[in-house]
């Protein structure tokens, strides 16, 4: 490489990476649009949680065809980094294959890459028969349709093209070190790309030369921009499936979190020494009113916007609730990417007012998921227990429910009946109260 090509590589790598730490800067920034909630208790568990599903892909395992063809990938992606960590030092010092001084080592990481890469290209053309040519059902359910369907097609076909460039670059390089062409020494092993090598044969060196360098540079242009587009697809799980299962909640997932308000008016109604007709403490200015349950994004905590960002959008969660399989409107699904869709809106918003949010008169509840969708779900966690990633949908839901009914009454007429009930007889069913332990009679 001459000096111009080096700094013209180093402007490429620079641009990229500025980008994407742009893109990085602001999700971090619409994450913590969110209400703070605190999960660092109990970090051993959390490490053990993140080691167990993130990096050992524990939950995919329930699937197995697609666990081991994603593990193909995930492994890949994960190990060829090195390769790329090799290009991007060629490019910058100007050297060629750089590692190759480490011999039978270096030899043994490149036909490794190489199988990997091979793995990958196999797993990623299965993928792509699943969603276009078998058409899992989960792939062609109502909420997969315009921008996220041609999303995952977009990434998996990014994968299709960087791994054969890689092969093809590996396999020019193969030929040029067989012919002992200029620079080209011997270094590395290429199982799968010798297998592409004899393309080359009666082709002028120089020739094969100015091929082998195209696709080195379209390879290296490829995975950034790659990088770049994670911020805008479903991919973006790549960067926070870690932090997301680190930070998921390690309570019983039938518990559910008692809101605090809620919590010292009852409380303060069953102390004796308390004054019921005590005035309450005057607000502080700064204060926010309370609100009770989730209208929009803000009023959701930081780690539920974190799922919404994290959603592999794999559709496990949808496939597996009853509410959807008896055909019910509620996706699992659709309220992740509905959450995400809103939190991208609000961003937008903030960057165009110069960092300040004007109201727009939308609201996640309502113009994204309707109280049907919400009203649907029976609480059951199938969809928290399906996801690779411990997203857990049934948290938004159960928040956006509490607005309806804290704030709004908006309750279904059955449900206000029950509430009715038990306020007034102690018990879910209309009758009186000194009937409620007949039942004991009955045998």
């Not at 062609?140 to 890689?166: C, Q, R």
């Not at 029976?378 to 996801?387: G, I």
């Amino acid at each position: 490489m001459s000096y111009l090509d080096n700094i013209f590589f180093v402007i490429i790598l620079s641009l990229g990476i500025g980008y994407f730490a742009i893109n990085v800067k602001k999700l971090v920034r619409n994450i913590k649009l969110g209400r703070d909630v605190d999960r660092s208790d109990n970090p051993s568990a959390r490490w053990k949680n993140m080691a167990m599903v993130a990096l050992g892909q524990s939950k995919m395992v329930k699937r197995p065809v697609a666990a081991i063809l994603h593990i193909f990938v995930y492994v890949g992606f994960i190990i060829i980094n090195i390769e790329v960590l090799e290009i991007v030092l060629d490019g910058i010092f100007g050297t060629h294959r750089l590692f190759g001084f480490m011999g039978g080592f270096y030899d043994f990481l490149i036909g490794s890459f190489e199988i990997l890469a091979f793995l990958v290209l196999f797993a990623v053309i299965v993928f792509l028969i699943r969603r276009n040519i078998i058409k899992l059902k989960r792939f062609i359910h109502s909420d997969l349709k315009g921008w996220p369907k041609s999303d995952a097609n977009y990434i998996l076909l990014s994968e299709v093209i960087l791994m054969t460039f890689f092969l093809v670059m590996n396999a020019a390089d193969y030929h040029l070190q067989l012919l002992g062409f200029r620079h080209y020494e011997r270094a590395g092993a290429f199982p799968v790309s010798q297998f592409i090598e004899p393309v080359f044969n009666g082709m002028n060196p120089s020739a094969v030369m100015m091929i082998e360098r195209a696709i080195w540079w379209l390879h290296i242009i490829g995975i950034l921009i790659f990088l770049n587009y994670l911020y805008f697809s479903k991919h973006l799980h790549i960067l926070l499936a870690f932090p997301n299962t680190y930070y998921a909640d390690l309570k019983p997932k039938g518990q559910f979190d008692n809101l605090e308000s809620v919590t010292n008016e009852v409380k303060l109604m069953m102390d004796p020494n308390a004054d019921p007709f005590a005035a309450a403490p005057p607000a502080d200015e700064n204060t926010v009113p309370q609100k009770f349950g989730a209208q929009d994004v803000q009023d959701l905590n930081w780690v539920q916007l974190m799922n919404a960002y994290t959603c592999t959008e794999c559709g496990r969660c949808t496939s597996s609730c009853p509410a959807n399989i008896t055909g019910k409107k509620l996706s699992p699904r659709k309220i992740m990417m509905d959450t995400r869709d809103r939190l991208e809106e609000v961003g937008k918003n903030i960057d165009a007012n110069k960092g300040v949010f004007v109201p727009d008169n939308k609201t996640l509840l309502n113009d994204y998921i309707t109280p049907e969708e919400l009203w649907a779900c029976t609480s059951c966690n199938a969809c928290v227990e399906e996801c690779p990633v411990n997203i857990s949908p049934l948290s938004i839901i159960i928040d956006m429910r509490r607005y309806l009914v804290m704030e709004q009454s908006a309750a279904p007429m059955s449900l206000n009946a029950m509430m009715t009930n038990v306020e007034n007889n102690g018990a879910p069913w209309q009758y009186s109260q000194q009937d409620r332990l007949n039942w004991k009679n009955e045998n």
